[in-house]
């Protein structure tokens, strides 16, 4: 008989190796290809292409599944892509969307979320070293017959980890020129956490600095650059209080407010239920809903991921195992800290202390989250 307490024993029996929990991984096709378990969220390519904008910018919690979404979209568009890393998946379905989109496009991915640092210069060299590590991914752009001499020299300019101020802010829109010259395609551009550098910033001081650069960045590659096709930025914060976003022709915003892919972050109850049952640990449902559900995006009720998977893996090797919070110390509450020292005796700290205690309060909502 086949112990329900020990999920070890099962295996042992059913000679089945189950896929391995993903803790940690954000690489898409390390978790396709190396048997991690994924949670399909290709869907969020076709509702990407049904609505996008020229940028597009999802505002999400941290661990939420930002970084993975960004992978997934990176290893579908790009040109040279493996596309049976989509075999099985649900946009695999979407066989005409595939024909037209799948490893159609060149791709510049970066990551900010990188960039803690106690002083501006060294945050700059942490930015700088980002679209270095995206530059030396094409350097095959050196030996294309569609640059001229002059160009090749100033891509090797983006090689150079000290590069110029002048060649870090127009760092994305030199490699989308480039690409589009190699290619004859227009490019994505995506940018994962571009709102760390930021929050890192104003914590340390040195806020003005950043912003006058980020804003230089992606105002040089997302709003005066002919060779975007489109682009994608994830973040936790929609930072607004130095108007960043003043010179991006409106970017499509898809807030926790937004129907639009609001079950593209977060687990559905159906995907937990999945996970639960495919890992033979269904009897846990209940303390999995009790402990790890109640978010929500847009129309839907999300679970916390990276609770979940934590959960899942403790049970695996612990069946007795008393779930708890994961996610509480994952990233930092500086900001929220920060708002919360400066509100003083008012309203606002009676709410909170309410919100605590389990009781409940009304806000209207503005929308937008400032730095």
């Known amino acids: 008989m086949v112990s329900l307490l020990y999920p070890e024993a099962r295996l042992e029996e059913s000679g089945v190796e189950n896929k391995k929990m993903p803790i940690g991984i954000e690489d898409f096709a390390e978790i396709i290809t190396q048997d991690f378990y994924y949670v399909d969220k290709t869907g969020m390519i076709k509702e990407l292409l049904g609505n996008w904008g020229k940028v597009n910018l999802f505002t999400r919690p941290r661990r939420f599944g930002k970084s993975i979404n960004m992978s997934m979209l990176r290893y579908f568009f790009e040109i040279g892509t493996d596309k049976s890393l989509f075999d099985g998946l649900s946009i695999s379905n979407e066989t005409g969307l595939c024909e037209k989109y799948m490893g159609q496009y060149p791709v510049i991915s970066i990551t900010l979320k990188a960039t803690e640092a106690e002083n501006f210069l060294t945050a700059r060299d942490l930015i700088a070293m980002e679209i270095n590590r995206e530059a030396r991914r094409m350097q095959f752009l050196l030996e294309s017959d569609a640059l001229s001499s002059k160009e090749k020299e100033t891509f090797s300019s983006l090689l150079d980890e000290r590069m110029e101020d002048r060649t870090l802010y127009s760092g994305l829109s030199l490699l989308s020129e480039f690409l589009q010259k190699h290619y004859g395609q227009k490019v994505i551009i995506l940018i994962d956490e571009y709102d760390v550098p930021l929050a890192k910033a104003n914590k340390q001081g040195y806020y003005r600095e950043m912003v006058l650069l980020i804003r230089n960045l992606l105002e040089k590659a997302l709003k005066t650059n002919s060779s975007l096709e489109f ?131 009304s806000k209207k909502n503005r929308r937008t989250a400032h730095l």
């Open 231 to 361: 682009a994608v930025l994830t973040g936790c914060l929609r930072v607004s209080r130095e108007s960043i976003f003043t010179g991006l022709n409106n970017p499509k915003m898809y807030t926790l407010l937004e129907a639009e892919c609001d079950e593209q972050f977060g687990f559905t109850d159906e995907e937990v239920r999945e996970m639960l049952s495919y890992y033979e640990l269904s009897e846990y449902y209940d303390v999995t809903k009790e402990w790890y559900d109640g978010y929500r995006i847009g129309r839907a009720s999300v679970y916390n991921p990276w609770d979940v998977i934590n959960w899942c893996n403790q049970l695996l090797t612990n069946p007795n195992k008393v779930p708890k919070s994961y996610w509480t110390n994952s990233s930092g509450n500086e900001e929220v800290q920060r708002f919360i020292q400066r509100m003083g005796n008012g309203v606002t700290k009676a709410q909170i202390e309410r919100l605590i205690s389990g009781g409940d309060c």
